[in-house]
């Protein structure tokens, strides 16, 4: 049986400036929301629908984004769909599903001006750029086979 495949890219603006968090032990944990617009033709009319999406970020990717990005800031995220089931205090079951974001971009430039995405703080888990400003590449363009 071949595995099962849960990723999500997404483009949007944040609604809000994101929320940090920390859990008992001490790891950092973000949760924000994307709007995401979506433009279509009906009936020869143009029509535009806003779906929002909750995400939630972890460790040194909250850090980092709780940091730089504010509301209408625009970004791009990837990662998985989590659902998460609990009891309000009502005691009636509750469950939402959110995007667990595992790599991001900055899609909006400082406001002091654009400035290369290599300068920004990275995430834990992602890796720079070949060839980009401070990376030790051991290969030069005669190593391309073509």
């Known amino acids: 049986m071949a595995g099962d495949l849960n990723k999500v890219i997404l483009i949007g603006r944040l ?6 968090r920390y859990t008992p032990n001490g790891s950092s944990v973000a949760s924000f929301s994307l709007a995401n ?13 806003v779906s929002f ?3 939630v ?3 040194k990717t909250a850090d980092v984004i709780t940091q730089y990005c504010k509301k209408g800031n625009r970004m791009g995220i990837e990662g998985r769909l989590q659902q998460r ?9 509750r469950s939402t599903v959110e995007i667990t974001v595992e790599n991001f971009q900055f899609l909006t430039p400082r406001e002091s001006g ?4 290599a300068e920004m703080p990275q995430a834990e888990n992602e890796i720079p750029a070949a060839g ?9 363009d005669d190593d391309i086979p073509f």
């Open 57 to 59: 970020a972890w460790g």
């Open 114 to 117: 654009f400035e290369q995405a």
């Open 132 to 140: 980009g400003p401070g990376v030790d590449n051991p290969f030069s």
């Open 15 to 20: 609604v809000r400036d994101p929320e940090l």
């Open 85 to 93: 089931s609990w009891e309000d205090q009502q005691g009636n079951k």
């Open 37 to 49: 617009n979506r433009t279509y033709v009906a009936n020869g009319e143009k029509k535009e629908i």
């Open 53 to 55: 999406f909750n995400c």
